[in-house]
């Protein structure tokens, strides 16, 4: 593998496991909770142990006095949840925009299912396309959403993480399957890293335990948005997900060792 390329995929992870808090979601959904202070959520996730966040390119002023000299990756499209149609991704940015405001990585979602599946195939290799040129990792945050699918269906997202293989993202994150046996499915599809997203905020035991699954399943991490960015303790909530992440704890112990409840 290419040194600059290895160089910058070990900035936004640890031994290979990846700790990513996305907060992209400030177009998807707005200034929701965690993102108004943006710089103290950065703050606290990073000391909270997270190997990078993630963010648009307008918010790099934002992080980099706060990130705690851990990586950044900045997102390539978007869509909002009060336009027509928020599987409809439209770019953002380029590669080289991202490492004008000083990006480890770049990512792209694309919605494998969707009505707009097409111009997201396109969009993504181009993306990789510019990124190989200047040997930038990119993350590909492969959903299997669309008309009619199972957004947690594993043949489903076992197709969207070999997408992400086929057009040559370095990285892909994905929906959980629900248990590990069904993501094993999921992450022997691609030789790439896997990792999951955290969807919706539940309960500190349900986002630990599907940590704990994801990993026993053989995923490589997470990226983890509104069960990190919006818990009322960021910092904590980190500290319990690098437990399984980076200490292989279990479940209990590491929401035991981050002094959050345990209770399901
Ligand atoms: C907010 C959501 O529905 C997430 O699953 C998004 O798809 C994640 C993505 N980063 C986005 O905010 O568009
Ligand atoms: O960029 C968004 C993600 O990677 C996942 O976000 P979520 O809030 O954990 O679904």
Redesign the pocket.
């Known amino acids: 593998m290419n040194a600059g390329l290895q160089s910058r995929l070990e900035r936004i992870s640890t031994g290979g496991q990846y700790l990513i808090v ?1 907060m ?2 400030g ?3 707005g200034a929701v909770k965690g993102l108004k202070d943006i710089e103290s959520t950065i703050d606290a996730v990073t000391r909270g142990g997270a190997d990078a966040v993630l963010t648009q390119k307008g918010i790099a002023p934002r992080v980099h006095p706060h990130k705690n000299g851990r990586g950044y990756i900045v ?1 390539l499209n ?2 909002t ?1 009060i336009g027509p149609d ?1 599987n409809d ?1 439209r770019l953002t940015g380029t590669v080289e925009d991202a490492i004008r405001v000083g990006a480890d990585a770049v990512s792209f ?1 694309i919605n494998v299912g969707s009505d707009h599946e097409p111009e997201q195939i396109e969009d993504l290799a181009g993306v990789i396309s510019e990124a190989e040129r200047y040997n930038v990792p990119v993350l590909a ?1 492969a ?1 299997a959403r669309g008309p009619g699918v199972d957004e947690h269906d594993p043949e489903s997202l076992g197709h969207a993480v070999r997408l992400a293989e086929e057009l040559g993202a370095d990285v892909v994150k994905t929906g959980y399957s629900g248990d590990a046996d069904s993501f094993e499915h999921v992450v022997t599809s691609t030789r790439l890293p896997v990792v999951i ?1 955290g ?2 905020r539940g309960t500190d035991r349900q986002t630990v335990e599907m940590v704990r699954g994801a990993v026993d399943a053989g995923a490589a991490g997470v990226s983890m ?2 069960s990190i960015f919006q818990h009322d303790d960021p910092e904590a909530i980190t500290r319990a997900v690098a437990g399984v992440l980076h200490d292989d704890l279990s479940a209990v112990d590491a929401l035991r060792e981050a002094g959050l409840s345990v209770e399901a």
């Open positions: 996305p992209d979601h177009i998807t959904l997102h978007a869509s949840t928020s991704k979602h945050m959903y997203a969807g919706s948005g509104r």
